[in-house]
């Protein structure tokens, strides 16, 4: 692919900052300010390429960013996530309720799937007992699994599909519930929210991506911390 800038909203509260790519579901950190925002996000350009491989979508070759947006943070923003709590469309971006063709909008699902895909994989390849935060705290692999599960659940009645919060183990239950979501999310060109009170099909993959490739990505870390032996160096931070 060409070379060319990438398209970021920015959301920014007094202490802390949160950089969605907006054609890019999934690819979103966190940092103080502008400046550290858009390095995090940078770093993360590699660990976001194999969610595009999978889902058989070119990747930048480098990464310029272009903020498009800037939109005020809130309660979630502070928390460095993308903001969630505040009524729609204040939490989101122009972009993020704009019309997409039925090419952007199957896109858009394959992304989404490809991020469900990676967490499965690093899932799979992770010990179930992870290393805690320094003072203890941090969820093992599967209540992050289940936790993953019990949003996904939330985030689809969002976009009007109601289903039951499949358990963790339910392989089947699990698929079905995300079939739904991609389903919505790939068929759907308007930019209007699916529901009065829900999300538009743009913003919905943004922040469902997010959220599964943020604990995906924490998984991965916190598994290769716990792996590292008394006297060895862990990876650098």
Not at 204 to 209: E, K, T
Not at 213 to 235: C, F, I, K, T, Y
Request: net charge positive.
């Amino acid at each position: 692919m060409p070379s060319r800038r990438i398209p970021v909203c920015l959301e920014a509260t007094p202490k802390q900052a949160v950089a969605s790519a907006l054609d890019w579901p999934g690819w979103c950190r966190a940092g103080r300010d502008e400046s550290a925002v858009l390095a995090a996000l940078a770093s993360y350009a590699g660990r976001y390429a194999p969610v595009a491989a999978h889902a058989g979508v070119s990747f930048p070759a480098t990464v310029a960013f272009e903020v498009a947006e800037r939109v005020p943070g809130g309660p979630a923003t502070a928390f460095a996530a993308p903001e969630c709590r505040r009524p729609f469309p204040q939490i989101t971006a122009a972009a993020d309720r704009a019309a997409v063709t039925p090419a952007a909008a199957r896109l858009l699902a394959g992304l989404v799937t490809a991020a469900w895909a990676a967490f499965e994989q690093i899932a799979a390849a992770s010990p179930a007992e992870l290393r805690k935060g320094p003072r203890g705290g941090g969820r093992d692999r599967d209540q992050i699994i289940g936790h993953v599960i019990c949003a996904d659940t939330a985030y689809a009645r969002k976009l009007g599909i109601k289903r039951k919060q499949p358990a963790t183990g339910d392989i089947a239950a699990i698929g079905e519930l995300r079939a739904a979501i991609a389903a919505v999310v790939g068929t759907r060109a308007g930019g209007s929210p699916v529901l009065p009170s829900g999300w538009t099909t743009r913003y919905a993959a943004r922040r469902i991506a997010w959220h599964v490739l943020e604990h995906a990505w924490e998984m991965q870390d916190r598994a290769e911390s716990s792996a590292v032996q008394p006297g060895q160096a862990g990876p650098a931070s």
